[in-house]
């Protein structure tokens, strides 16, 4: 006995709605199995770098408020949980090779305590020499006054204490990571210090 045109369509669309329906449940599980929650990632490698317990940064305005950035801009703070002056920024800074690139900058008590690669694509040997502990040394230790107006980028031996020396050869990720520094710089001191530039 041969079944109707109707029953045919239903049987299909049938199959097809368990077929949907198998696939979605699969693909939820597989979600749940390798789901990486971003900002618990990015607040483990803050607090790795830092090297203790971080929050988020937290102020009535925000993080990002009334503060503009010249070829840099700030992704996020944390502050230390053990209180104290201590910041971790996530920044970033244009002008690299390929786009922009990503920093992890430490400010404790109005100085730059230390500098990390967050994520970058610079040329392997040249361009990633700009993100090396070496090349960031430069920018450590630099007390962020009210007057300090972010650091220079020349090319040679530098003559004054806020100029940082490019590196032969990778003078686009030299700016990139002047730039991220820079943004690190302008957000501590209108943020934390209130100074309006």
Known sequence: MRKSLGYEIFMTA?????????????????NSV???DESK???EKAES????????????????AETTYDHGDVIDVFQSQKGGESYVLIVEGEG???GTLRLLVCITNGR???????EANETPGLGSKALEESYFKQYCGKVITPDFKGFALVKG???????VSAV????????????AVNAAVKWYQSRIKGVAR
């Open 41 to 43: 990632l990015l607040t």
């Open 34 to 36: 390798t789901y990486v």
């Open 157 to 163: 031996e530098t003559h004054a204490p806020d100029e």
């Open 112 to 118: 730059i305590e230390k500098i990390a690669k967050y």
């Open 14 to 30: 049938l199959v097809l709605v368990v077929i949907a329906g198998v696939a979605g449940a699969l693909l939820g599980f597989v």
């Open 168 to 179: 032969s050869g990778a003078s686009k990720s030299s700016t990139a990571v002047t730039n």
């Open 96 to 98: 690299a090779y390929k």
């Open 49 to 64: 770098f830092f090297g203790g317990k971080l929050d988020p940064y937290s102020s009535p305005e925000g993080f990002m």
